[in-house]
């Protein structure tokens, strides 16, 4: 009897173990999606800030000052 006892605590603590390590697993795999979407959101972003650095590069119009000379004191 003793023996069967044992064997069903050895079966119950590898379940509990098991259940534990699909936890574990699963908020894992969890925190991987959020990262990857988190990733992929940043690289829309700066996708987005490229381009428009290259439209603002492209578009710029050149705007010649006129300075005035300071005649010397």
Do not use: C, G, M, P
């Not at 003793?2 to 069903?8: C, I, T, V």
């Not at 969890?30 to 992929?40: F, G, M, T």
């Amino acid at each position: 009897k003793l023996n069967s006892e044992n064997r069903a605590e050895n079966i119950e603590a590898l379940r509990t173990r098991l259940r534990q390590t699909e936890e574990r697993l699963t908020s894992e795999t969890d925190s991987r999606k959020r990262a990857d979407a988190e990733a992929v959101a940043w690289k829309f972003k700066y996708e987005k800030a490229e381009q428009e650095k290259l439209y603002a590069q492209t578009h710029q119009k050149t705007v010649e000052v006129a300075v005035e000379e300071k005649s010397a004191l």
